[in-house]
């Protein structure tokens, strides 16, 4: 059951966590916005603005902010990785010569 739950809320994610949620949401949000306005009555506006438009739009639009985030931190760390890779061969190869010297 854990595989499942593990599956379906990355499955979730990766379909929140986009601009196209961003938009479907902001329309869907914007449905409501007609009725919310012409009540004139701010506790009613405000309540649309926080519970409605806020909340759906605003999620998705942080999923994906994260995601780009996430990439970009998984790119620095993959050119450091690369950087410290090269050292250590060449600290190898400063390694052998100083052995043969050596000898």
């Known amino acids: 059951m854990q595989k499942f739950n593990n599956k379906l ?3 979730i994610t990766d379909k ?17 916005l007609p009725a919310a ?3 004139h009555d701010p506790v009613i506006i405000v309540a649309w ?4 438009f806020l ?5 998705p639009a942080l999923m994906k902010g994260q995601n780009l985030q996430g990439e970009a931190t998984e790119k620095r760390l993959n050119q450091i990785l690369d ?13 052998k010569k100083l052995e043969r010297t050596k000898k």
């Open 83 to 95: 950087k410290i890779e090269a050292q250590q061969v060449e600290e190898i190869k400063d390694l």
């Open 49 to 52: 603005l926080s519970s409605n």
């Open 16 to 32: 929140v966590g986009t601009m196209w949620c961003v938009y479907i949401f902001c329309l869907l949000a914007c449905i409501s």
């Open 9 to 11: 809320a990355l499955l």
């Open 37 to 39: 306005l012409s009540s």
């Open 55 to 59: 909340q759906l739009v605003l999620l």
